[in-house]
């Protein structure tokens, strides 16, 4: 699983969203807030998890 943040256009709205990684870009993606399908996906940092101790 993937974390995804968007920013409706809309409303200006930044939400974020957990799909799987084959799931993303076939889905369509609409704001919780305000329902638009005018969202852009925002570039953000991202975490590496394993379950490995180390």
Do not use: D, N, W
Not at 4 to 16: G, I, L, N, P
Not at 31 to 54: H, Y
């Amino acid at each position: 699983m993937a974390t995804y943040e968007y920013r409706c256009e809309a409303c200006k709205k930044s939400f974020t969203l957990i799909q799987k990684i084959s799931e993303h870009g076939k889905t369509k993606v609409t704001c919780p807030k305000c329902k638009s399908e005018k969202v852009k996906q925002q570039i953000s940092s991202f975490l590496i998890k394993t379950s490995r101790k180390s």
